[in-house]
């Protein structure tokens, strides 16, 4: 399964070492999952966490290197099976929704969705 993690997800991955968004990466470890973002996303986090916890950029670039890049628009492009983030301004009316294949999903659900 192919899931896309939105800027908000790669954030809190790298600020919260024991946060449960990194389950994604030990899923991903354990084969249960591919992990994607895009270039967007990635630029956003590292703007996010060099202008909020500096001291957390370097754990950021390590999650990168785990993850596959993919171009714009992203997630619906990429034939990702779920784009995974917990902006519920932008994304919170299609929250379960399924996009040209693509389910909008809050990050414990999808969690929740990959382990079950």
Do not use: Q, W
Not at 29 to 37: I, N
Request: net charge neutral.
């Amino acid at each position: 399964m192919r899931v896309f993690l939105d800027a908000n997800v790669l954030f809190s991955a790298a600020y919260r070492e024991t946060g449960s968004v990194r389950a994604f990466f030990l899923l991903a470890d354990a084969g249960a999952c591919e992990l994607v973002s895009s270039g967007y996303a990635v630029d956003e986090a590292r703007r996010n966490i060099r202008a909020k916890h500096p001291e957390r950029s370097a754990d950021l670039e390590s999650l990168l290197g785990r993850i596959a890049l993919c171009p714009e628009p992203a997630a619906i492009d990429a034939r990702c099976h779920l784009l995974v983030t917990g902006d519920r301004t932008h994304f919170g009316a299609l929250f379960g929704r399924r996009l040209r294949g693509t389910v909008v999903m809050l990050p414990v659900d999808a969690i929740g969705l990959l382990v079950g």
